[in-house]
């Protein structure tokens, strides 16, 4: 569904409208609503399709203490891998991907990105729904500066176009009750239906056509290096093609049918779904994800494992409501509560915690893990954080920033919601929870195998 804002209806004449498609969470081609309403308003026009890094610095670094400046590694690389994907599925169409990033040239791409809308006189943009307040407040600022422009913004990266209650239940228990009760999404007899790639795109506009300064492939060049042994260590490749051809492995196999038994284990690549790295850039549909579920359930077989699938995916959806419902309170130090933590900022423990230096163990090896592959298991990412927070006594929010900066499948709403259900300040109404480390670690690494396979990673 489309939300169009514009202050001049001349703008949608198809004969000489330049439309821009500015992608976020959304870097698909298929099941994609943005890029299919640009390929419709633009049929007879010209279409540019923008990238653009670190857009959110000229609104997130003014508001944050934790802010950083530099994402690690293993997600930039996955970034990278994913664009790189794009950008062939767009030249198959027709057009390329445009990619505006910070150089010693280009101190911002939100000012660079301004330029090109008012250069090529764009009529027309397209962008998906998000719940990252600082990505929605650089479109408040575009929409001011460019108020003629249509804005079309459309549903991507969730199951439902709004929010499906009257309001957003206090606690996830009684959000999935009440989606369970109202639809029946997971044990539906048809798919969701979906849409299509488009057949083709709009060209460039003329002006653009040799302008390699702006081309992915060129801008690639000043990236970090495709590293072969990072992709072999943690598993994962970015892009939508190998995000459809990871989904079709996990679901030719037997892991859905025992998910809900192994879901907890802290270095099996089958163990868990994994779907999380190429949900969260919107190399992968959440509809395109439960298609193939239901489809699972109807051809194989639908057990607790299977529900347990759609339970996570619900979470995500929760998260995402979450994050739009209280917005800049995502990042508050007491969250959405009314009672300030008694965690405090300490430099020293906080260094320990990144390098994996501290007196866990498992704690230790989970850190080390993330930094050389950008992926910690669900429970690693409990354990190390009821560490931060109880143990170490640290505000939470620094942690949040550190998973941020690292985690290839870093989602706003589900990394910061999460660390304000730990920290006691968010959805959970048990208020916060802490880990008993040392049963922990006999529960899920009891021969120590884990801890010997990470613990001399960074050394």
Known sequence: MS??????????????????????????VADNAALSKAAEISSNGRLLLVYASL???IVESQDSAYHYDTMGV????????????LNASL???????????????????????????????????????????????????????HPQICWH????????????????????????????????????????????????????????????????????SNEIEIDKTLNQASNFTGGESNGLKHLDTYF????????????????????????SAWLANGSLSVNT?????????????????????????????????????????????????????STQFDQKPLEKWKSGKTAYPIVNACMHQLKATGYMSNRGRQLVASCFIHELGLDWRYGAAYFEQHLIDYDVASNWGNWQYLAGVGADPRGCRQFNLDKQTQQYDPNGEFIRQWQGELE
Request: with cysteine.
């Open 289 to 341: 994800v439960l298609n193939r579920l239901r489809r699972y359930e109807r051809d194989v077989i639908a057990n607790d494992s299977t529900y347990w699938i759609w339970f996570e995916l619900l979470w995500r959806e929760y998260f995402y409501w979450y994050a739009v419902t209280h917005q800049q309170k995502l990042f508050w130090f007491k969250g959405i509560g009314e009672h300030t933590p």
């Open 3 to 28: 939300n169009e804002t514009a202050n001049n209806s001349e703008n949608n004449s198809k004969n000489n409208n330049v439309t821009l498609v500015l992608f976020h969470n959304d870097l698909r």
């Open 153 to 220: 913004i459309e549903t991507t990266a969730t199951l439902f176009d709004e929010l499906p209650l009257e309001s957003l239940p206090k606690s996830f228990t009684q959000f999935r009750k009440k989606i369970e009760a109202d639809y029946d999404l997971l044990h539906a007899e048809k798919d969701i239906v979906i849409y299509p790639t488009p057949e083709s795109l709009a060209p460039l506009p003329d002006n653009m056509q040799s302008r390699d300064e702006y081309f992915f492939e060129s801008q690639l």
């Open 91 to 145: 030249e198959q169409l027709g057009n390329r991907l445009l990619y505006l990033q910070q150089t010693p040239a280009v101190s911002d791409t939100f000012a660079q990105l301004n330029e090109l809308i008012k250069a090529q006189q764009v009529t027309d943009i397209c962008v998906s729904k998000t719940d990252d307040y600082y990505q929605n407040q650089v479109y408040a600022l575009l929409q001011n500066k």
């Open 55 to 57: 857009l959110t610095n």
């Open 252 to 275: 030719d196999s037997d892991a859905p049918s025992t998910y809900k038994a192994t879901r907890n284990a802290l270095d099996e690549w089958t163990h868990s779904t994994k779907f």
């Open 74 to 85: 293993a997600r930039q690389q996955f970034l990278q891998e994913s664009l790189i994907d």
